[in-house]
């Protein structure tokens, strides 16, 4: 029982545009969302979060968007950049973290 | 700090063997939790251990063990190597076990069972 689903598995963008990442969840008990970014070969580096009490939260070239009524996250990277080029994966944070299966983005030079 | 750090990073057994895996936190984090990435399934929940104590469990058999030492090191261990069970073995380490803590994790361990 997939609780937490990313359904796009690649997504490519040219260098300088912006990256949309989403995330849909199933359990309204989710109270923390996280996305993490992953390299070959590398556990998920973390890189961005927001509670429920909010619907966006920002870092330089990262904002992550909750909308809760949606049951949907996503990730704006703008602008994207070749060395974003790696899978991203969301997650959620109920009696444990809960995360989706990773959406693979490459960013075209 | 150091980061979370796994030993061995790479590891190939046969099927029948079994494996222990080890995992030590970020200093002063308190629980450590492990997850199993396999292609196209993510990261599946195997069991989370604070203060010595198992918190939680995914839904993994009972092959599949683990424990925390005092120092919040934790081990976990896999009995009678199934070929499934060739994946990335990832630990992550938080400070508490709040809602709303980040877990961090480290580069894992490839286990390839033939």
């Known amino acids: 029982d997939q609780q937490v689903k990313q359904n796009s598995p690649s997504l490519s963008v040219q260098e300088g545009r912006i990256s949309i990442l989403n995330c849909d969840y199933t359990?309204?008990?989710?109270?923390?969302f996280l996305w993490y970014k992953k390299y070959p070969a590398e556990g998920p580096t973390f890189l961005i979060s927001?509670?429920?009490?909010?619907d966006k939260n920002e870092d330089g070239r990262f904002t992550v968007f909750l909308n809760k009524s949606a049951k949907h996250l996503s990730l704006h990277i703008v602008p994207s950049q070749p060395g974003d080029s790696a899978v991203y994966f969301c997650?959620?944070?109920?009696?444990?973290?809960?995360f989706g299966t990773g959406t693979s983005l490459t960013v075209i030079p | 700090k150091a980061g979370v750090t796994q030993t061995p990073r790479y590891l190939i057994k046969t099927r029948g063997q079994q494996v222990t895996l080890s995992c030590s936190p970020i200093s002063g984090h308190r629980s450590v939790s492990w997850y199993q990435q396999t292609p196209g399934q993510g990261l599946q929940f195997l069991f989370e251990y604070f203060s010595e104590t198992q918190r939680n469990k995914g839904n993994f058999p009972g092959r599949f063990s683990g424990r925390q030492f005092s120092n919040s090191r934790s081990e976990m261990n896999v009995s009678t190597l199934e070929l499934g069970d060739s994946a990335l073995y990832l630990c992550?380490?938080?400070?508490?076990?709040?809602?709303?803590?980040?877990?961090?994790f480290g580069p894992g361990t490839r286990l390839l069972v033939l």
């Open positions: 997650a959620a944070s109920g009696n444990q973290f809960y």
């Open positions: 927001i509670s429920s009490i909010k």
């Open positions: 359990n309204s008990m989710f109270d923390y």
């Open positions: 992550a380490s938080s400070l508490a076990t709040s809602a709303q803590e980040t877990q961090y």
